[in-house]
């Protein structure tokens, strides 16, 4: 469960506010900054009223004013309600055994009307409450609605999750009884673990059945006529409003209807003409086509110009002159004049001493000194002879295929040139088509689809207003012709009481048989979940106040014990007193981590609003506290002030996805700059965030605060 | 493993009168301030260029007298492509017919030298001639030089062809 928005009217000081909560899994924290007395405790009352009804309000709502205590006009009943949007994600698995999730929109809305009666006197109709959910054709009613929110709910953990600061540390506090602190940790416990809702869903019988004898018992007196008459009277006026006014949504959601489709063929349009965007992207496209094509023609032009070197090109220049060669060195060979092979008989003729001509040739004839001569003479001419020869060689195996390798040097400058053809026509081509494409994207008209789309956006976001708007009106028209309708009512309807009365005996019954087998579970789940709870809070806590217990911190260990005190545990596992031992910021740290563990254990994700959490706290706890509860929290609502906020300024720059500033006009002179205007008391709003101040929210010490800037309007 | 180099230590040159134009076409400029495009300087080298001169020169079989030479570098650098050293010492063979020249390597470079100044007219005015870039001029006026074919027909139709010595190879 998420919050999403609040409406707030005429519940005390909350004449007509509305806030926002961050619903980004990135920022889940949303920051209400709000000094004393401006109504942070008043939110979260509102906030329990709206979705638990009289049962969260302080002493039970009894003796507790929802209208504003100026309220100027005595002279007619006050109309108070609250408007709570929130989705909640259903999971499912599907036949894979893979979790599917889908998100539902619910508003729920909870009214009152009361009459003032006397300066401390007045007087509270029955609230109603109603659960619409947001579909397509906007919100409708679901029947049952406050059986679902139950569900939704899983239990009735609304002081877990709705946590005062200060009252949070009634689980550790010495000035309540080591009972009364057990008893209040045990029952934290048992709300998460989900017994509370059974249990006070019996409660909720019983009163039922009570509430209904006491107003059976009511009607007979004929002032109870009159008051009545005059009630149905009252109903009736509103009745003719409500309709007034859904007439009036119905033509502007007709309206809406009209303009949105205008805009719907207005983007069509433009989309025929070209996206922007699209063209943008599809220019980029071309253009890092071009880039390849263009790193791809450099490429051919080295090879291109490496054919000018290639040995069959100057083969083919050549081939008369190496043909002519060729043929000389044939020609020297076919003398044998390469070859030379005299050597090696000449040689062999000196060994035998004999002459081919069979003369003699012995050492020291002149004929053996003319042989050793030539011997000589033939040895240093036969570097060249070799050189001719490979000449020859070379000659004889290029000159056939002279012919083919010019052809092949013709083939390769064919592929190269047919390669660079192509690639420069799709380089033209891209050039032509960038080119319109420029043409194209600057001919767009101004009135872009980007600013359609926002058009677009804003009629959405307009009809939904109006469509919630619509389904608050219906409700409450439904709700007044439902009072109308009980005010009709006469005897029979107290026989029909009667006949609901004993229906709910027999649920009530039912409930307590199930009430006992589930007592009997107590225990069995406790024992388990405990332990648990109490590991997880230890280490949330020493997170928190960046306690190391192997770096010999006073602080080593928190437990939960098994007889649900909340211990803490110093060096040698000696037991401090957690309202006497430690000091606020730990106290605060303490319980904090007590009910991030709650949550973590029950693992049931639903928001987490807390009232001034930071107090007392130094700059490092703070941060630390800070990072632990975004760390565990599903959504995480602050209400902060500006002493709070002071040195963790960065960590709300990373963690809140929304931060509204909230300021009580009866602040002004003393505490606030600028008269907010008006005759009675009431909070304002203003979207100043943790660092800013403005016209409305500027306090006397804001301009002289460095860390604090004037936000432009 | 040694190269067969004899031009190791011979100078390969130009005519000074050329140097800038020669200069121009080829992409391993001294001093560039920046790469220039194979499309306007089709040579990687200068003896890429000088060795196309001499080719062409050889097919004319004339020598020109280099006044003011301008030695751009040795013969070192015709180690990385043997098959050159091998085709100038053919040209020398069939343009003197004496076989025995590769003996006479300064003779050999001195040749080439000369039939580069011969041929190296010829290479620039086929880089600029044509209209085109010079790679496109080079490259359809060397295809004239082949006999007719496809691509040949499909260039030829504004190019001259008439490159003496030009023939058809069977």
Redesign the interface.
Known sequence: MKFRRARFQNFRLLRDLELEFSVEEAQPLTIIRAENETGKTTILNALQWALFGEEALPDRGVQYRLHPIDWEDSSSPVDVSVELEFEHSYERKDRGGNWIESTEIYLARRSATESILGLDSWSRQPHTFELLQMSESGYTPISGGELLLRQILESNVKDLFFTDGDRALSFITSEISVGEKRRRVQKAIRDMLGFEMLESGITHVRNALRDIQHRAREFGGGGELERLFARKADIEGKIVEIEKRLEDIDDQLSQLAVDFQAVEQKIEAALAKGDKEQLIRLMNQKREERTKAREQLEKL??E??????R?S??????????S???A??DE?RAKGRIPRTAIPVLMERLELGICICGEPLEPGHPRHAHVMQLIQDQRAASA?DD??TT?RL??NQKLPG??DS??GW?DG??AV?DRRDELETRIRELETELKELEDRLEKLPETDIAFLRDQRRNLREARENLSREQGVRQSELRTLQQQRKEVDIDLATLQKRQGISRRLQSRLAAAEDILEVIRKSYAAIEQAEVPQVSKVMNELFLEMIRADPEQNAIIQAAEVTPSYDIAVHGPQTRRLDPDRDLNGASRRALTLAFILALADVSNVKAPNVIDTPLGMMDPLIKQSVLETAVGHCSQLILFLTRSEIRDCEEDLDRFAGRVITLTNSAHYPMMLCNDPGGSYRRVLRCECNHRQYCAVCERITDADAGYLKKRAD | MTY?NPFQNLELRIAEAYREEVNRFC?TQPDALTKT???D????RYV?LW??AV??G??KGKRTKIDKPHRFITGEILVN?S??I??L???A???T?D??I??KPREIMDLANELAATGLPDVLSMLTEGGGKP?WN??DQ??D??PP????EDRSADVSASQP?A?P??
Do not use: M
């Not at chain 1, 291109?304 to 070197?309: E, G, Y």
């Not at chain 2, 300087?41 to 990687?44: A, D, K, V, Y």
């Not at chain 2, 074919?149 to 040949?152: A, I, M, P, R, V």
């Open positions: 032009r080295r291109h110009s490496s054919l000018f070197n040995e090109l100057a083969l083919f220049l050549l081939k008369d002159q190496v002519k060669s060729g000389t060195l020297l060249t050189r001719l000449l070379v000659a002279i012919a010019s052809s013709r400058v064919r040139v | 067969y992409q495009s194979p499309d300087s089709p040579f990687h890429d060795f196309l080719c062409l050889a097919r492509d098959w050159r091998e085709l010492e053919f040209v063979i069939s343009l017919d076989p025995w590769i003996d790679i080079l490259t060397l295809l030089l082949f074919g496809e691509l040949h010595g023939e190879v069977s």
